[in-house]
């Protein structure tokens, strides 16, 4: 799992010890991802199927792409298509992806990566792995997540941020056997260096064997926590949750994770988590297929302009003008 990572977790900041009298958020319910398949055929995990959009808000969807070892000419990608009225999230773990828009934009990432667009008024793109991975395979492994956008901001004019990975804000849990890479928002004073729309931190990190971390937490966000790989425990009471399962917490200041001292051979760099956490929009959601908005007329309108090409069309593979 290459994602980021420095060879001493000590040198990086630790996050503040917390006081007594915070309130560790309690575990709201626990789901299991069911498996499908996405685009042109990779598998993926719906991490939030069954789980009430009320809870989720200001998130939508996310998938966990992989994790996949591809035998010479199986990579597969997503074949061209829109969106309108929120956000993408691509983080790649282990991989390559190149993305292309109908405007010319787009480009690639790699481990540790992120690419996070905003697809606002209204997108065309493609996600597929390089010529050179199609042809020699390898290891893929990633997630989506798709982040609502309030009424105020569907309409924004679409833009690409592209997120390096050695940009991405580290610290380290109190006992060091934690390493936290905070990709956006504000988490135990780093600054991740995603720039969103709707308030909101998204963490990726991975804890070892028998260690523990607690985290603090905006009080007025919700939390979100994913298990990509790994056994561990999480909540005041260390809940027992393991690989592709999604904890939904309820409300206080801090979150506490913990990894089980035994894990399985395949998962021996511990429990790697995604943690999410937003500021609820609490607006109406029309939502269907690649297109969330407030009402079912905007939908019908979103649909219309696609079918139309006023979300633009596609272009030939590799014609890319460049980061918009």
Do not use: C
């Given at each position: ?60 969807h996310m ?76 290891l893929f ?182 980061q918009s």
């Amino acid at each position: 799992m290459p994602a980021f990572t420095v060879p001493d977790v000590t040198v990086l900041p630790p996050v503040p010890a917390l006081l007594p009298s915070v309130i560790q958020r309690p575990v709201v319910s626990i789901t299991s991802a069911p498996s499908a398949f996405e685009g042109e055929g990779f598998p993926v995990k719906r991490a939030f199927a069954g789980v009430d959009l009320k809870l989720l808000d200001p998130f939508i969807h996310m998938d966990e792409m992989g994790e996949v070892e591809y035998a010479p000419g199986e990579p597969k990608g997503t074949a061209w298509h829109p969106h309108r009225g929120f956000e993408t999230v691509t983080y790649i773990i282990d991989g390559i992806f190149d993305h292309q828009d109908s405007f010319g934009g787009g480009g690639t990432i790699t481990d540790g990566d992120t690419q996070w667009m905003t697809a606002g008024s209204g997108i065309l793109h493609i996600e597929a792995p390089p010529e050179h991975l199609v042809v020699s395979g390898g290891l893929f492994h990633g997630f989506q997540l798709w982040v609502n956008l309030p009424k105020s901001d569907k309409l924004l004019a679409p833009r690409y941020q592209d997120l390096r990975s050695g940009a991405v804000a580290l610290l380290r849990s109190g006992d060091g056997g934690a390493l936290v890479r905070v990709i956006a928002g504000d988490v135990a004073g780093q600054v991740g260096p995603g720039s969103t729309h709707t308030p909101m931190s998204m963490v990726h990190a991975t804890i070892a064997p028998g260690a523990q971390l607690e985290l603090p937490w905006r009080p007025d966000f919700n939390a979100l926590v994913y298990v990509m790989s790994g056994d561990g425990f999480v909540g005041p009471s260390q809940s027992p949750i393991g690989t592709g399962q999604l904890a939904v917490l309820g409300r206080g200041d801090a979150l506490r994770l913990s990894a089980a001292r035994s894990q399985q051979a395949r998962h021996a760099a511990g429990l790697d988590v995604v943690i999410l956490g937003g500021a609820p929009i609490r607006e109406p959601i029309a939502w269907a297929g690649p297109f969330v908005m407030n009402t079912r007329a905007e939908l019908m309108e979103a649909f219309e302009d696609h079918n139309a090409g006023r979300l633009g069309n596609p272009v030939p593979h590799g014609d890319v003008g460049g980061q918009s």
